[in-house]
């Protein structure tokens, strides 16, 4: 299935009763990028009070991996809110961190989740945004004479060459839409190539 995530690192600035919320936006696709990226907020903004986030890994109604942290804020009112945005929004592989610079004047637990949500969603809105296609990855193994028939299936079929390695066979490693898989299964089968599927999803990225 395809799904969009950000394309790049976004910041942007919601301000509310003088208490500044600094949204950041990263990319991620693992628990060690959202751990790097929440560092790298802290050390920009150093007199922050609070650096909240939320992240979710894969699709955002059905991510893989999600996490959230309040960072001091009441229970609920931060984490939450900001990951709940990104679960209703379009974005996958993502973590928003919230930057807080308290004004001093306080807020209450609702207008602090609909601050943290407020600014989640706008930074998601401004977000430059691509395409992730999961594909299945394999690997087919056959006579040098097949590679140019396969090379034209898998352009037919949106699949992607990986890589290529010739020894006394060509080796292929590929990746191919799920619902492309049998067809690609009875190609190798008529021209005599050993096909491989692997347990991994390739997520190809493209514009």
Known sequence: MNYQVPAATLENEYVVKKSRFIARLVPVTSREAVNLAVQQARDDYPSARHHCWAYLLGKPADAGSAGMHDDGEPAGTAGRPILN??????????????????GGIKLGAGGLVRAYSSATQQV????PVQTVRELLSCTVTGDFSAEQGLRHFLRGAEGELLAVDYTEAVIIDLAIPAVNFDALAEF???HAIELVPHSEVYKAKGS
């Open 85 to 102: 945005v990104l679960q209703h929004g379009h974005l996958g592989d993502a973590l928003v961190i919230v930057i807080r610079y308290f």
């Open 124 to 127: 998601l809105d401004l977000a």
């Open 188 to 190: 190798c089968a008529v």
